[in-house]
């Protein structure tokens, strides 16, 4: 459906994105994870039409859409701050976009009522938009994005503004209606908790390039790089040295550590990262016996529900780990990670 | 118990001195003409009331003002759109030029189109030269287009300041969300920007109608005999036809309808939709790419060059030009650079116009401009905490303080001249009440700087200060003035040229002996001879350039981002 083909653009002089490619497909919902200023947004507004690329094309079904002007394109784009029209009420933020096709005002009223309803804000219709919460807004600007029925769905940041459990309960309903709608969509986020909720295809966009594309669950399992497992949050990272090949030994300032999961090929003296995932600890009492082991002292314990988040330090080095059962803060403790469940990356 | 009464006085206190001050100057004067308007209804006396004169004069100023406005909005929305979305090469020095006229004297404005196109200007000067005629031929001066020229040039920059304000801060997520629902250029427009632009459009058209409305000076000078505003009538029937009682009409019937449209243009401008529709940030300004927008901002840069650069270039260079012929040597055109305008300014040789010599004028302006920018500000300054202060006692007195800013200054002066002009007022020397007059002309362009500096000091600070041990003076020097500094330092800047380049209230309250550089300039330039005609031009650039070094203040003490108005 949508191909993006190597995407160029600059701001103040310095490149910002460089090269970016790929393609969204039928009902896929793509979701673009970076850091703020990692240039989702400017992305995002390449291909909605709002700005320019200085170089690469964008295509639809085979056909070149990069002169085409935003208004005719056929997307559509729910803003970070939603930018529903101050000086319009509910009814007619939503029913804009169908008025600017030209459709006969009852299709327009019917269609408007819909939208409405699919984002189960019916009865809000009369309504000014300054009046409405956070939360109402943000699904009227849904309604408004989705009503004049666009080839592509584009959300800026549509929950960036809202509180943290009104956005875990709207993740649930955009999924739904992202779903029910089967329509395209990408969605830029600097938030990993909405982007695994919401993707099909997770993209972490870093440095002006797709640092990695994929399943969730492969992200999950493979981060490409150590940047990518620590911007998804999935551990500790140690810096080590590729002490030897086959088994894969290496030497950190906590010890040696034997890595069965290799992703690519490493040179001995070459610089990585461990990944110590916090589920993958392994406690004991006494003294460390040979690799994958070293002694800890608990700084902190805190109760999470279902289990214990541990902070331990080593020397200068904090790690956490989970535990399932409390910890004495203070006390020395014996921590190892099988080397099944460690993953080798890539340094930055 | 005890320290809320210490409070109520303190705050009256601080009401006391605005008060008294509004009182004197303002309310009495304003009863005075009161009582002479309705004495003479009531009494009937034919000769003095002709309410056909009434209506015919209040139509044509109604018809004018209307006129002008259109006019300029026409020249500039185009400039504000320009303003609010190009960068381009001279932008700075534009905007700058663009901001000279509204603080131009309305004499001096006169003079420049004068020696743009009147009988004596370069437009004149150059078709007699080019086709060796005896007579000027063009005759542009004396007529409507003049007097709606001159006023396009002096209110333009309220529409670009104003409208290209907002047009900046628009928030350009709203017009792109409606390109992304399929509105072309046009629909957006005119669904988007205009209406959202509305308070802005409307508020700034509604100020350029009031200063056109009360616009006496061009009118007097470039209208000619034909054309009379309110502002006009009332002065020539005061001071030269001594009909006082329809004087005193005529300023009724103009204050009436003055804070009718003052309190429309209050409602009109109050922003509508909150802060949704602005954004905080000022969208980024871009070079014109297409054809069509350079052909645009090269068209706007050209219209706004000749109507604003020109004039005042016109009236540099006409000043320190002979192109006359001297008397007695006809048709013998001696053209050349000369300084002799400016020279006979230190001169009593005009004896006949004024009994002392021209620079005179210069010194006395000078002295009742600090005078009236020390009085206005410390009023404004009193004003503006006094209204800030916002309890029971400033509901009440609000609109007392308020009702000043509708008055014009022609009505000032007539009643300056109603209450002071006898014992025991004429006692003092009369000139001296000029300052006084020029404060409340400048009071409301001093509390429109100050107050929404002042309102917008979060009342935490001064708390803050407040828990730290700051008593009120320590808090005012430590927290509002640093704060109040750049607003203060415009505020004066607004005052002094203000009062330089007042005229109405000056007209009726200078005397031979103490003309102001606007007066003495206005009589020059109705007497014959190239001598006083190049004595008005050369005074004109004078106050012409203190005027350009007060807009260069105003520009760079102006907080970035912030507006005037």
Same mark, same amino acid.
């Given at each position: 459906?949508?191909?993006?083909?190597?995407?160029?653009?600059?701001?103040?002089?310095?490149?910002?994105?460089?090269?970016?490619?790929?393609?969204?497909?039928?009902?896929?919902?793509?979701?673009?994870?970076?850091?703020?200023?990692?240039?989702?947004?400017?992305?995002?507004?390449?291909?909605?039409?709002?700005?320019?690329?200085?170089?690469?094309?964008?295509?639809?079904?085979?056909?070149?859409?990069?002169?085409?002007?935003?208004?005719?394109?056929?997307?559509?784009?729910?803003?970070?701050?939603?930018?529903?029209?101050?000086?319009?009420?509910?009814?007619?933020?939503?029913?804009?976009?169908?008025?600017?096709?030209? /459709?006969?005002?009852?299709?327009?009223?019917?269609?408007?009522?819909?939208?409405?309803?699919?984002?189960?804000?019916?009865?809000?219709?009369?309504?000014?938009? %300054?009046?409405?919460?956070?939360?109402?807004?943000?699904?009227? %600007?849904?309604?408004?994005?989705?009503?004049?029925?666009?080839?592509?769905?584009?959300?800026?940041?549509?929950?960036?503004?809202?509180?943290?459990?009104?956005? !875990?309960?709207?993740?649930?309903?955009?999924?739904?209606?992202?779903?029910?709608?089967?329509?395209?969509?990408?969605?830029?986020?600097?938030?990993?908790?909405?982007?695994?909720?919401?993707?099909?295809?997770?993209?972490?966009?870093?440095?002006?390039?797709?640092?990695? %594309?994929?399943?969730? *669950?492969?992200?999950?399992?493979?981060?490409?790089?150590?940047?990518? *497992?620590?911007?998804?949050?999935?551990?500790?990272?140690?810096?080590?040295?590729?002490?030897?090949?086959?088994?894969?030994?290496?030497?950190?300032?906590?010890?040696?550590?034997?890595?069965?999961?290799?992703?690519?090929?490493?040179?001995?003296?070459? !610089?990585?990262?461990?990944?110590?995932?916090?589920?993958?600890?392994?406690?004991?009492?006494?003294?460390?016996?040979?690799?994958?082991?070293?002694?800890?002292?608990?700084?902190?314990? /805190?109760?999470?529900?279902?289990?214990?988040?541990?902070?331990?330090?080593?020397?200068?080095?904090?790690?956490?780990?989970?535990?399932?059962?409390?910890?004495?803060?203070?006390?020395?403790?014996?921590?190892?990670?099988?080397?099944?469940?460690?993953?080798?990356?890539?340094?930055? | 118990?005890?320290?809320?009464?210490?409070?109520?006085?303190?705050?009256?206190?601080?009401?006391?001195?605005?008060?008294?001050?509004?009182?004197?100057?303002?309310?009495?004067?304003? &009863?005075?003409?009161?009582?002479?308007?309705?004495?003479?209804?009531?009494?009937?006396?034919?000769?003095?009331?002709?309410?056909?004169?009434?209506?015919?004069?209040?139509?044509?100023?109604?018809?004018?003002?209307?006129?002008?406005?259109?006019?300029?909005?026409?020249?500039?929305?185009?400039?504000?759109?320009?303003?609010?979305?190009?960068?381009?090469?001279?932008?700075?020095?534009?905007?700058?030029?663009?901001?000279?006229?509204?603080?131009?004297?309305?004499?001096?404005?006169?003079?420049?189109?004068?020696?743009?196109?009147?009988?004596?200007?370069?437009?004149?000067?150059?078709?007699?030269?080019?086709?060796?005629?005896?007579? =000027?031929?063009?005759?542009?001066?004396?007529?409507?287009?003049?007097?709606?020229?001159?006023?396009?040039?002096?209110?333009?920059?309220?529409?670009?300041?104003?409208?290209?304000?907002?047009?900046?801060?628009?928030?350009?997520?709203?017009?792109?969300?409606?390109?992304?629902?399929?509105?072309?250029?046009?629909?957006?427009?005119?669904?988007?920007?205009?209406?959202?632009?509305?308070?802005?459009?409307?508020?700034?058209?509604?100020?350029?109608?009031?200063?056109?409305?009360?616009?006496?000076?061009?009118?007097?000078?470039?209208?000619?005999?034909?054309? &009379?505003?309110?502002?006009?009538?009332?002065?020539?029937?005061?001071?030269?036809?001594?009909?006082?009682?329809? +004087?005193?009409?005529?300023?009724?019937?103009?204050?009436?309808?003055?804070?009718?449209?003052?309190?429309?243009?209050?409602?009109?401008?109050?922003?509508?939709?909150?802060?949704?529709?602005?954004?905080?940030?000022?969208?980024?300004?871009?070079?014109?790419?297409?054809?069509?927008?350079?052909?645009?901002?090269? +068209? #706007?840069?050209?219209?706004?060059?000749?109507?604003?650069?020109?004039?005042?270039?016109?009236?540099?260079?006409?000043? #320190?030009?002979?192109?006359?012929?001297?008397?007695?040597?006809?048709?013998?055109?001696? +053209?050349?650079?000369?300084?002799?305008?400016?020279?006979?300014?230190?001169?009593?040789?005009?004896?006949?116009?004024?009994?002392?010599?021209?620079?005179?004028?210069?010194?006395?302006?000078?002295?009742?401009?600090? +005078?009236?920018?020390?009085?206005?500000?410390?009023?404004?300054?009193?004003?503006?905490?006094?209204?800030?202060?916002?309890?029971?006692?400033?509901?009440?007195?609000?609109?007392?303080?308020?009702?000043?800013?509708?008055?014009?200054?022609?009505?000032?002066?007539?009643?300056?001249?109603?209450?002071?002009?006898?014992?025991?007022?004429?006692?003092?020397?009369?000139?001296?009440?000029?300052?006084?007059?020029?404060?409340?002309?400048?009071? =409301?362009?001093?509390?429109?700087?100050?107050?929404?500096?002042?309102?917008?000091?979060?009342?935490?600070?001064?708390?803050?200060?407040?828990?730290?041990? &700051?008593?009120?003076?320590?808090?005012?020097?430590?927290?509002?003035?640093?704060?109040?500094?750049?607003?203060?330092?415009?505020?004066?800047?607004?005052?002094?040229?203000?009062?330089?380049?007042?005229?109405?209230?000056?007209?009726?309250?200078?005397?031979?002996?103490?003309?102001?550089?606007?007066?003495?300039?206005?009589?020059?330039?109705?007497?014959?001879?190239?001598?006083?005609?190049?004595?008005?031009?050369?005074?004109?650039?004078?106050?012409?350039? #203190?005027?350009?070094?007060?807009?260069?203040?105003?520009?760079?003490?102006?907080?970035?981002?912030?507006?005037?108005?």
């Amino acid at each position: 459906m949508l191909e993006i083909r190597d995407i160029h653009k600059s701001y103040e002089g310095k490149p910002l994105l460089e090269g970016i490619s790929f393609t969204v497909r039928e009902g896929e919902t793509v979701c673009l994870l970076g850091e703020s200023g990692s240039g989702k947004s400017t992305l995002l507004r390449i291909i909605a039409g709002l700005e320019e690329a200085e170089a690469g094309s964008l295509w639809w079904n085979g056909e070149e859409i990069s002169a085409v002007p935003a208004h005719k394109r056929g997307f559509g784009l729910m803003f970070q701050d939603y930018a529903l029209f101050p000086h319009r009420n509910v009814q007619a933020n939503v029913a804009f976009g169908l008025r600017m096709q030209g /459709l006969p005002s009852a299709e327009v009223e019917a269609r408007t009522r819909a939208a409405l309803a699919m984002v189960r804000m019916d009865g809000f219709e009369g309504r000014a938009v %300054a009046e409405l919460s956070g939360g109402e807004q943000q699904r009227v %600007a849904l309604a408004r994005a989705l009503a004049p029925d666009p080839r592509l769905l584009m959300l800026d940041e549509p929950l960036g503004a809202l509180d943290h459990a009104l956005r !875990k309960q709207l993740i649930g309903e955009l999924r739904r209606i992202l779903h029910d709608s089967r329509k395209p969509a990408i969605y830029v986020t600097h938030d990993r908790e909405e982007a695994f909720g919401l993707a099909d295809t997770l993209m972490l966009l870093h440095g002006g390039r797709i640092a990695q %594309a994929g399943s969730t *669950a492969e992200l999950f399992r493979h981060p490409v790089n150590a940047w990518a *497992a620590g911007f998804l949050g999935l551990g500790s990272l140690l810096s080590g040295v590729v002490l030897s090949l086959a088994p894969l030994r290496v030497g950190t300032a906590l010890g040696v550590f034997r890595v069965s999961d290799c992703a690519r090929a490493w040179q001995p003296g070459e !610089k990585v990262q461990l990944l110590l995932r916090p589920r993958e600890a392994r406690v004991f009492a006494g003294q460390p016996e040979g690799e994958n082991q070293f002694t800890a002292r608990v700084r902190d314990c /805190l109760f999470m529900g279902e289990n214990y988040q541990t902070e331990l330090r080593v020397d200068d080095y904090s790690l956490t780990i989970q535990t399932e059962l409390p910890l004495g803060v203070g006390a020395d403790l014996v921590v190892g990670f099988p080397p099944d469940k460690l993953s080798c990356l890539e340094a930055e | 118990m005890k320290a809320k009464r210490g409070k109520f006085w303190w705050k009256a206190l601080l009401w006391l001195l605005p008060a008294a001050f509004l009182l004197v100057f303002f309310y009495q004067p304003l &009863a005075a003409i009161l009582r002479l308007a309705f004495s003479a209804r009531l009494a009937g006396e034919g000769q003095s009331f002709q309410p056909a004169m009434v209506v015919e004069t209040f139509g044509f100023t109604l018809w004018q003002a209307l006129l002008s406005t259109l006019l300029t909005l026409a020249v500039g929305l185009p400039a504000a759109y320009l303003f609010s979305h190009f960068e381009f090469p001279g932008r700075k020095f534009l905007r700058l030029i663009t901001l000279l006229p509204f603080i131009l004297p309305t004499v001096v404005t006169a003079v420049c189109f004068n020696s743009l196109l009147g009988p004596r200007g370069w437009l004149n000067l150059g078709l007699m030269a080019l086709f060796n005629l005896s007579e =000027p031929p063009v005759h542009i001066l004396d007529s409507l287009p003049a007097i709606l020229l001159a006023h396009v040039f002096y209110n333009s920059s309220l529409i670009i300041r104003i409208v290209g304000g907002a047009w900046s801060r628009l928030d350009r997520k709203l017009t792109q969300a409606a390109r992304m629902l399929g509105a072309d250029a046009w629909h957006t427009f005119w669904e988007l920007t205009l209406p959202l632009l509305l308070p802005a459009i409307g508020g700034a058209s509604l100020l350029v109608f009031l200063f056109d409305f009360t616009s006496f000076g061009v009118v007097l000078m470039l209208g000619g005999p034909r054309f &009379a505003t309110l502002e006009v009538e009332i002065y020539t029937q005061a001071l030269y036809l001594f009909n006082l009682p329809l +004087a005193g009409v005529l300023s009724v019937v103009q204050l009436a309808f003055t804070l009718l449209v003052a309190w429309l243009q209050n409602r009109v401008s109050l922003p509508r939709y909150g802060k949704a529709a602005m954004s905080s940030e000022r969208a980024n300004l871009r070079r014109p790419k297409t054809r069509a927008e350079k052909a645009f901002t090269l +068209a #706007v840069v050209i219209m706004l060059a000749a109507l604003t650069l020109l004039p005042l270039l016109s009236l540099v260079t006409r000043s #320190v030009v002979s192109l006359e012929a001297d008397r007695g040597a006809r048709g013998e055109v001696q +053209a050349g650079f000369t300084l002799r305008y400016y020279r006979e300014l230190f001169r009593n040789t005009s004896g006949s116009i004024f009994y002392v010599p021209p620079v005179t004028a210069v010194r006395n302006s000078l002295l009742y401009a600090g +005078a009236a920018m020390l009085i206005a500000n410390l009023l404004g300054l009193l004003t503006s905490y006094a209204l800030q202060a916002s309890g029971r006692l400033g509901r009440w007195l609000e609109p007392l303080f308020i009702l000043p800013l509708g008055a014009s200054a022609v009505t000032l002066g007539l009643g300056f001249v109603m209450v002071f002009r006898r014992p025991p007022w004429d006692a003092f020397s009369f000139p001296m009440l000029i300052p006084f007059a020029h404060a409340l002309v400048a009071l =409301p362009l001093v509390l429109r700087t100050l107050l929404p500096t002042l309102r917008g000091i979060p009342d935490s600070l001064r708390q803050a200060a407040g828990t730290l041990g &700051a008593g009120w003076a320590r808090v005012f020097r430590e927290v509002d003035l640093p704060v109040m500094l750049r607003s203060l330092l415009v505020s004066m800047v607004f005052a002094f040229t203000v009062s330089l380049g007042e005229f109405g209230a000056s007209s009726f309250l200078s005397t031979g002996q103490n003309p102001t550089i606007p007066v003495a300039i206005f009589r020059y330039i109705s007497q014959p001879g190239a001598l006083n005609y190049g004595q008005a031009l050369a005074m004109s650039t004078i106050l012409l350039l #203190v005027c350009a070094a007060g807009s260069v203040l105003i520009e760079k003490a102006r907080l970035p981002g912030e507006e005037l108005f």
